[in-house]
């Protein structure tokens, strides 16, 4: 933060950097919950795009970085120099973390309202907080020694509401400070309980060409819901083996291929049925169905009710 103070000549001020008001308005402020325990909170509208290089420790694991981004502006993150990617999927916000020794470049849009938190934190110090007596293999990489990894989740309601109030805490309050670590340690509750969740498997190593073509995979996939991912031509596009394609991502992001691919058709068929601008055939047949009993038993499965009632409720 002090380095980007001095290179858009703005001051800091009780660990708080005002946004100059020719880049735009907003606000970057930094928490110090102990030497091993950290946040930055950025809330800002800028009137060109920001770009953010975070380049590798040079340590793997050093430090845990935990991403929280909650907007309805889609980020591009790129890993390695690869193509940008987008982070988020329309509304859908973003959780990523990972070890200090993978490089990221993130590209925040212009004349957008962007919120995120940034939580850097120790292994040792996450391990002592989660104390957990028997953590799966997810939660044992993350607070491990020496471990590369890099982990994506979706947000919850509960989360998205905990993050956007946590930009609004008044910081003059003399006990805001106490407060924000207690529910900055909420926050990390909701992210690693869904962490602990996984599958308990072993994990393997991640770097930033992995990340970066982990990343253009998903993008692949998500990018026409309606035919359905060919594993073969997937490990083509990304240059890795079928198997290990396969293991890294369903341990970057939590699900196999085709249940991710499954999941996302889900979610867009529910918010075009939302909109109320589309009949379900119609929403059926653009998400790549055939046979509507079939699509309407997999919507089901997905939110428990059918389309018609889903659109109507």
Known sequence: MTHFARHVGATINNNQLIIPEYLGQGYIRKLDFGPDFKITIHQYVLKEDLVIKRNASGQANDLITIFLYSNEQSLAITYNDNPSIQFSQRDDSAIQVTSNDLSSTIRFPANHSIHYIVVAIKPLYLSSLLASDKPNSTLKTICGSGNSFLYFESMTSETKLLLKNLGLVDMQDGLSHFYMQIKVQELLYLVFHKLSTRENTPQQKINSSDAARLLHIRDEIIKDLSVPPVLSELAQ????????????????????????YQQARMEEAAFLLKQGKHSVAEVGYEMGFSNLSHFSRVFEKHYGLNPKKYSLS
């Open 237 to 260: 596009i990304a240059a890795m083996s079928e198997t290990k394609l396969k293991q890294l991502f369903k341990q970057a992001f939590g699900a196999t291929i085709y249940n991710y």
